[in-house]
C-alpha cells in the first residue's frame, strides 16, 4: 500500500516546519520599533533598484503583521511613481490570479487573514507583469525561499519570466534553506544591508 505524502512528512517537510517555527519565533521578538526601521531600510533599497524602476507593471502582496514587511506602504509608494500594482487572490485548489491593485477599492479579507483585491478588479495576465515582489518567512543566501507551505507562489512562478525580487529581513537570512525540486528561486534579494543578485 502506497502512503500519501501527507501521512508521512518527508525530511525537507519536517525540517521546513522545523525552520518555520524558528523564523516565526525570531519575528515575534522584534518590536515595533525594530520592524519600522527593518521595513524602511528594505522598501528603500528595493526602491533604487534599476529593475524595479524600469518595471511599468509590478506584482506585489499585502505582507501579514509581524510575519512579513508592511507592504502597504510600499504598495502606496509605487502607486505613486506611476506603476501598475497587481496584488494576488486566492483560488481553489491552491492556485491563485493576480488582480489589478485600485486604491480607491476596499481590500477583502481572505484565508489567513489576507487583504486581497475583490472580484471586480481587473485580471493582470502574467505575462503583462515585468517583476514579482515574492513573500517568504525568509530566503536563503542562494536566492531560495521558505515559504508559508500552500505552494500558491510555487505554482503561479512556474511561467513567470519577468524578474523575481524577495525582501528578507536581516535577522532571518540563512545560509540555506531546505529544498525542493519545485521551489522557486528569487532573482534578487534585499536586506536592509544588501541587495545579492543571483
Known sequence: MRLSKCAVPSTIDLEKGELRRRVRERLAALTPEELVRSDDALFTRFLALPQVKEAKTVFAFQGIPAREPDTARLIGELVRRG???????????????????????????????????????????REEIGLALVPALCYDRRGYRLGFGGGYYDRWLEGFSGVKIGLCRGVVLQDRVPVEAHDARADLLVTEEESLSF
Open 83 to 125: 506603476k501598475t500594482v497587481g496584488l494576488p487572490r486566492m483560488l481553489p485548489e491552491r492556485r491563485m490570479e493576480v488582480r489589478r491593485y485600485a486604491p480607491d477599492r476596499p481590500l477583502v479579507k481572505a484565508s489567513f487573514g489576507i487583504l486581497e483585491p475583490g472580484e471586480d478588479c481587473p485580471l493582470l495576465p
